[in-house]
């Protein structure tokens, strides 16, 4: 098979494609021929040699794919050979085949196009893990998706209006904003031109949100508690703007707040598989009534991986890129 790796830490010129040996799946796990590999920031940083993949996963990046069932291995029998699936991955989704966990299949609805299918695995259980389980975002509240036109941010603000939530977000030109508004935000905020914060607040009538979706970390944790409603949740899925900063903790007693942070790629097999039958049985009815769609950029070919890498880095992307053999 071919495979996209990393030759050694460090820029987009790194990724390589190489010939490896075709993978066998074991018991309970199939094997997929890839019509597409979704790109996250978490390969960036696994291609910098700063986000190792956890123990067992391959060594190339790609932690969701889209595809066809090719082989089963025993004990997978809740699926056959040639049935169309997404699939969340610990890693290794940038190769034309991959092993996944039957457990943490998706199916792929009749009327959407597989390739674009790559981009919902990882997004879809980051916006819902984070939204529902950590913030436990109620129809009627608040929440404020910080970086509305990313991949986790455009479907968030779906998932979001499709809960019966009230949707602000960020994002950055009048471009961007009109399209974070087309998917259902009700309060779009340039951030290049207006404060966060003061925007937040005005709209709420000083109230605040319930919750923040954070992808920007240290550089926007004063903002986003000051953003935050009494009782209000923060949860911190990124360091974008960095790792550390001072926390005032008068603010977050008196918000009687909660700061929360969570990542997704290190979770237990037991932990992916719930995620997953929770999305198959509550969020994936809503691709086939309209309610959530994925939002793909690009696709780029997997002989131009160094492209995508670079493309998602220019901070220009609207939703996914896709990788595709």
Known sequence: ????????????????????????PGRG?????????????????????????????????????SGTIAAMGPGAVSWSVGTRVCALLGGGGYADLVVAPAAQLLPVPPGLDLGAAAALPEAVCTAWSNLVDAGRLRAGEWVL???????????????????????AT??????RT??????????????RTQDVTRTVLEATGGRGVDVVLDVLGAGALAANLESLAIGGRLVVIGLQQGRRAELDLGLLLTRRASVIGTTLRARSTAEKTAL???????????????????IVH?????????????LLESGEVFGKVLLVP
Request: with cysteine.
């Open 1 to 24: 098979m071919r495979a996209v790796v990393i030759s050694s830490p460090g820029g987009p010129d790194v990724l390589v494609e190489r010939t490896l040996p075709d993978p066998t």
């Open 29 to 65: 796990e199939v094997l997929i021929d890839v019509a597409a590999a979704g790109v996250n920031r978490a390969d960036l940083l696994q291609r910098q040699g700063k986000y190792p993949p956890p123990p067992g996963a391959p060594t190339w990046p790609g932690l969701e794919v």
């Open 145 to 167: 998706v910080q970086g509305g036109s990313g991949g986790v941010g455009s479907v968030a603000i779906q998932l979001a209006v499709a809960l019966g939530a009230r949707v």
């Open 170 to 175: 960020t994002a950055g030109g009048p471009e």
């Open 178 to 191: 009109a399209r974070c508004a087309a998917l259902g935000a009700e309060l779009v905020i340039d951030h």
């Open 276 to 294: 997953v039958a929770a999305l198959c049985a509550h969020a994936w009815p809503m691709l086939d009534d309209g309610r959530l769609r994925p």
């Open 298 to 310: 690009a696709r780029i070919p997997f002989d131009r991986a160094r492209e995508a890498h670079e």
